[in-house]
């Protein structure tokens, strides 16, 4: 028979906001589950740049995806909060009394008080770099897991975005040439980033596209289209990164009926969706003003869990008390 899990908070998604709701939760006493549809915590971090400086967490100068990832579960662990990995939420009814019950994957059955959607951008699809896909797996990819295996090696990296310029950064010191190329003269990366890239050594090559690449059993070469020069440029290289960005979308959620923005979810001030005891926090929200940043969602978070838990039990202050308090 299916499993049926009863617990005062689910949250969906086990990316770095909702490892953090999870602690929020455990830190007023509520029982929480976590679900992912990955086999792993850590959502678009772990799956993508484990090996990525992330710098816009407040207190934290620098420090690779895979560290904030590890202490972030570290902290929610204090709590003991049940992980279900490799699971994906696919439905969504409500029992008579308004609890909200979310069926998976495995045909499993999570009875929730409230639910916290934090799946960040969804499932996530590489866009396609369009001429050579088919050396993927033979020197192309699409993300940059462990950085080590580009030792020595000429690097092409296709992309103007924060991917692109990142692993452009982290590529420098371990491979033996970095050329970033980018279709446009402007990069749409943090202007701090573009500046550290541009002094790392790497090549940059604007107004530029990859027209083939060529080669036997891996990558070999890649032929560039210029704008302003007459003849394709040739490029020996050993492997190609293209980060061209993802497409993203809610998958199963998009039928739980709500409110949507341009594969977002419409959220209030108490980060309430439009659906009864359902919250959501982190990149999936929309509201006026939002900024994408993984800062702004551990707030956002913060405010869900603290409102459903005050949904939960009215007696309940909204404000959790400071954690140094009970230290």
């Not at 976590?34 to 816009?56: F, N, S, W």
């Not at 202490?71 to 699971?87: H, M, N, V």
């Not at 704008?227 to 980060?243: Q, T």
């Not at 900024?291 to 309940?316: H, I, K, Q, Y």
Request: net charge negative.
């Amino acid at each position: 028979m299916a499993e049926t899990v009863i617990t005062d908070i689910l949250v969906v998604g086990a990316g770095p906001v909702g490892l953090y709701g999870a602690y929020c939760a455990g830190f007023r006493g509520l029982r929480t589950v976590v679900v992912d549809e990955l086999p792993q915590c850590g959502g678009q971090i772990t799956a993508l740049y484990p090996e990525k400086e992330i710098r816009d967490i407040a207190a934290v100068p620098g420090a690779r995806g895979r560290d904030v990832v590890a202490d972030l579960k570290e902290q929610a662990d204090a709590f003991s909060p049940t992980y279900l990995l490799g699971r994906q939420a696919t439905g969504l009814t409500h029992s008579p009394d308004g609890r909200p019950q979310v069926t998976l994957s495995d045909g499993g059955v999570v009875d929730a008080g409230a639910v916290v959607l934090t799946a960040g951008m969804g499932t996530f699809t590489p866009r396609a770099l369009p001429a050579g896909e088919e050396f993927l797996g033979r020197g192309l990819s699409y993300f940059v897991p462990d950085p080590t295996v580009y030792a020595d090696r000429d690097v092409l990296v296709v992309g103007g975005g924060d991917s692109a310029v990142d692993w452009s950064l982290a590529l420098c010191p371990i491979a033996r040439s970095v050329t970033l190329v980018h279709r446009r003269s402007a990069f749409r990366a943090h202007a701090a980033s573009v500046r550290e890239v541009r002094g790392c050594g790497a090549e940059i090559v604007t107004g530029a596209q990859v027209e083939a690449l060529y080669g036997d059993d891996r990558v070999r070469e890649a032929h560039l289209r210029i704008d302003g020069e007459e003849e394709v440029r040739v490029l020996k290289v050993d492997a190609v990164v293209a980060a061209l960005g993802f497409l993203s979308n809610l998958g199963p959620l998009a039928e739980w009926g709500l409110r949507l923005e341009r594969r977002t979810i419409v959220v209030d001030t108490r980060m309430r969706t439009t659906v009864n005891r359902v919250y959501a926090a982190g990149d999936v929200t929309a509201y006026p003003g939002k900024v994408r940043l993984m800062s702004v969602g551990f707030g956002e978070v913060a405010t869900a869990v603290n409102n459903a838990a005050v949904a939960l039990d009215p007696t309940l202050s909204l404000f959790p008390g400071h954690s140094s308090e009970s230290a």
